[in-house]
């Protein structure tokens, strides 16, 4: 007996919301918690937008005494007891996340060998954990930070820059833990899941140099203070290298990663009958050319059963990028539907999700958007033209006014986008 065709909006959703809860923290990290040490203390560290998350599942888990200070982005902090939960900016650093940065450092000072240091890391964290390198100020960071959000650069290529004008990323908090031993546990939201790429990799020895955050600044034609110039052509920000002895004793592990969102959301689909073909957990460049082509293969499958047969899904993941040429509102996930409402025209019986796993697209309110076959349609009916909303960026406009904006709130956990194209 085959099953009921399901209906589409609420498949799409039930799609997102496995793929959230594959990756939360209440089940993905109890399994790679280490043994507490036989005679030191225990503390906790860590930012991100997971990190409270994190931390509440620590202390829900963990066998004995511990205390320590996590930082999250506002609105997506945890009820803890024992660690301390403090709230700071993103994607744009403010002065709590310098603070709690700050106050993070001092915190470790004077550990012991005996002693474990517990990193949770997750993504959001470069924003988070603030601390600007000696001679550049908050100001100067958060000027280029915004520069770098809207130039088009890839995560890898803003880390670089964020870890060479930082007194804590890139290795530099797990030296200051030294000699104590350091486990840090990642959620992934970077393509590839690189791991000291996640949060610009505080607690990780750092392959990259100041050559190359200076390379990728005039890459993007990013101006710069001259003292920021001359502390990266110095090399007075260079992180600690692979092979650094002080990290000999330190693990990490990666315990969520958008390949397992997919695979969840997969499952979810194939459970309700419906093939289900991931393309890729790592898919990066610019959000509205990545849409024209998931726009052809979803034309290609529609029209001629190619190279997949209809019913079935496509699903994805990775890191878009927006290069902002106008004002209007909107993260890449906004900013992909749009762009493939355009490529698709209409086409029936096409409909598509795009959500950022931790529930917020960008800087809005929204996880992402809902696109339906008559989504054109409707918008032309409001006096809304889908082309000139795209090239302004506004995304968001354009699926509020249709009230297909999907509004999880803050998921605390974070494995970047998640997209899912279903054809009937």
Request: glycine share 12%; aromatic share 0%; charged share 20%.
């Given at each position: 007996m085959t099953q009921p065709t399901p209906v589409p909006r609420q498949f799409l959703l039930d799609l997102y919301a496995s793929a959230v809860a594959a990756v939360s923290p209440a089940k993905c990290l109890p399994a790679f918690l280490p043994p507490p040490p036989s005679t030191g203390r225990t503390l906790v560290i860590g930012a991100g937008k997971g990190a409270a998350a994190m931390a509440r599942t620590v202390e829900q888990h963990w066998p004995g005494e511990l205390s320590g200070l996590v930082v999250t982005?506002?609105?997506?902090?945890?009820?803890?007891?024992?660690?301390?939960?403090?709230?700071?900016?993103?994607?744009?650093?403010?002065?709590?996340?310098?603070?709690?940065?700050?106050?993070?450092?001092?915190?470790?000072?004077?550990?012991?060998?005996?002693?474990?240091?517990?990193?949770?890391?997750?993504?959001?964290?470069?924003?988070?954990?603030?601390?600007?390198?000696?001679?550049?100020?908050?100001?100067?960071?958060?000027?280029?930070?915004?520069?770098?959000?809207?130039?088009?650069?890839?995560?890898?290529?803003?880390?670089?820059?964020?870890?060479?004008?930082?007194?804590?990323?890139?290795?530099?908090?797990?030296?200051?833990?030294a000699p104590a031993r350091v486990v840090t546990l990642l959620i992934s939201d970077v393509p590839g899941d690189e791991p000291g790429v996640i949060a610009s990799g505080p607690t990780l020895a750092d392959p990259t140099t100041c050559a190359e955050a200076l390379a990728v600044l005039d890459k993007y034609a990013i101006a710069i203070p001259g003292s920021v110039r001359a502390h990266l052509q110095s090399g007075a920000g260079e992180t600690p290298k692979p092979g650094d002895a002080r990290f000999a004793r330190n693990e990490y592990h990666i315990i969520a990663t958008a390949q397992h969102a997919l695979e969840a959301a997969a499952a979810t689909a194939q459970a309700a009958g419906i093939p289900a073909y991931i393309l890729s957990d790592g898919i990066e460049g610019e959000a509205r050319d990545i849409a024209l082509m998931h726009a052809a293969l979803a034309r290609q499958i529609a029209a001629r059963g190619q190279p997949f047969q209809r019913p079935c899904v496509l699903i994805s993941g990775g890191e878009t990028t927006v290069t902002v040429r106008g004002s209007g509102r909107g993260g890449r996930n906004a900013e992909f539907l749009l762009s493939l409402a355009v490529a698709l025209d209409g086409a029936a019986d096409i409909h598509a999700i795009a959500c950022d796993t931790d529930g917020i697209d960008g800087s809005e309110d929204n996880a992402g958007a809902l696109l339906q076959p008559d989504s054109l349609a409707r918008a032309a009916a409001l006096g809304m033209r889908a082309k000139t909303l795209l090239e302004n960026n506004d995304g968001y406009g354009f699926f509020s006014a249709l009230d297909d904006l999907v509004v999880s709130g803050p998921t605390r956990t974070n494995v970047n986008d998640f997209r899912a194209i279903l054809i009937l």
């Open positions: 982005r506002y609105g997506h902090g945890a009820d803890c007891q024992r660690i301390e939960v403090v709230e700071a900016a993103h994607p744009v650093p403010d002065e709590a996340g310098r603070q709690a940065a700050a106050r993070m450092l001092q915190l470790v000072q004077g550990l012991s060998a005996d002693d474990l240091v517990l990193c949770l890391i997750s993504g959001g964290g470069s924003s988070l954990l603030a601390l600007p390198g000696e001679g550049i100020t908050l100001e100067q960071k958060q000027a280029i930070n915004k520069a770098l959000l809207r130039s088009g650069a890839a995560i890898g290529e803003m880390n670089c820059v964020r870890k060479h004008l930082s007194a804590i990323k890139g290795g530099r908090l797990a030296l200051a833990c």
